[in-house]
């Protein structure tokens, strides 16, 4: 079967040029452009959101976003590997058999899942609950279970503490690696994931009541270890927070009819 390498294509094109393959309108806002969304035709004018620089796109009807892969995708109602075909046919870039797919190369240390094309991953099986490094961070084995997190003893983050990250419909997007020493730095670290793109825990979010917001996903699991519900607490993946991530709790905070009892 034909087989478009996702890195090579994005290295040949990039999100704004895709959108114009898509005969997208989009309207310059700040150092974003704005639209509507042909896949949804809801949200009005402004529904999708492209970011240039970050080569991202979110459409907030559809509570989704990811590269001009997955905006192809979304907009055409197609999956990934036929989005990548009809860019690639756009440019006039060939198409190669399946032998080194990026899609065979797991992100985050997670496997992927056995259909190559979905591209989705699975959750890290070798993950640590019992490790005493997550329980000297405050985290009980019963609490780490509940998140699907761990110490992660191989891997990409390996020696850290192994948080997976999820969109709104609960689909496994990566793992954020979460340092157990001061000594640790990064404080955060991701692989091949933009931690700006989405909102941790956001898709345990319940609808009505308060809602606490903090800035690392460490803070989040010692709530719910301490006794706050899993269902009104979230963070952000980024010490500086951009407009994108922004709008991302608003809409977020519209969808579930919630108000921020606090940012911490």
């Known amino acids: 079967m034909p087989f ?3 890195a090579d294509l994005k290295s040949r094109i990039d999100i704004m040029q895709a959108a114009r393959l898509l005969s997208l309108t989009l309207k310059p806002g700040g150092n974003q452009q704005r639209g509507p969304c042909p896949a949804c035709n ?6 999708l959101v492209i970011t240039p620089d970050r080569g991202l796109f979110y459409c907030f009807p559809a509570k989704t ?3 001009l892969i997955k905006l192809a995708a979304h907009v055409k109602g197609c999956t990934q590997n036929e989005a990548a075909k009809f860019i690639a046919a756009k440019i006039g870039m060939t ?5 080194k797919s990026n899609l065979q190369q797991p992100e985050n240390g997670a496997s992927k899942a056995s259909d190559g094309q979905t591209g989705e991953l699975k959750p890290l099986p070798y993950l640590e609950v019992e490790h005493p490094l997550v329980q000297a961070l405050g985290i009980s084995p019963a609490t780490a279970k509940s ?4 110490y992660a003893g191989r891997g990409v983050l390996r020696g850290r503490l192994a948080v997976p990250i999820h969109d709104q419909n609960r689909e496994l997007l990566a793992y954020a690696g979460v340092s157990v020493s001061k000594e640790q730095t990064p404080r955060l670290l991701f692989h091949n994931f933009d931690p700006a793109s989405a909102i941790f825990n956001a898709h345990r979010l319940a609808s009505a009541g308060d809602l606490y917001v903090y800035r690392d996903p460490l803070h989040v699991l010692l709530a719910v270890e301490n006794g706050i519900s899993p269902e009104c607490v979230v963070s952000f993946l980024t010490d500086r927070i951009s407009a994108q991530q922004f709008e991302l709790l608003a809409a977020l905070m519209h969808e579930k009819k919630v108000e921020p009892a606090l940012f911490l």
């Not at 198409?95 to 032998?99: D, L, M, R, W």
């Not at 998140?147 to 761990?150: A, E, L, R």
């Open 4 to 6: 478009i390498d996702f």
């Open 42 to 47: 809801t949200g009005g004018e402004r529904a």
């Open 65 to 67: 976003g990811g590269d």
């Open 95 to 99: 198409t190669e058999a399946p032998v």
């Open 147 to 150: 998140f699907g997190s761990g």
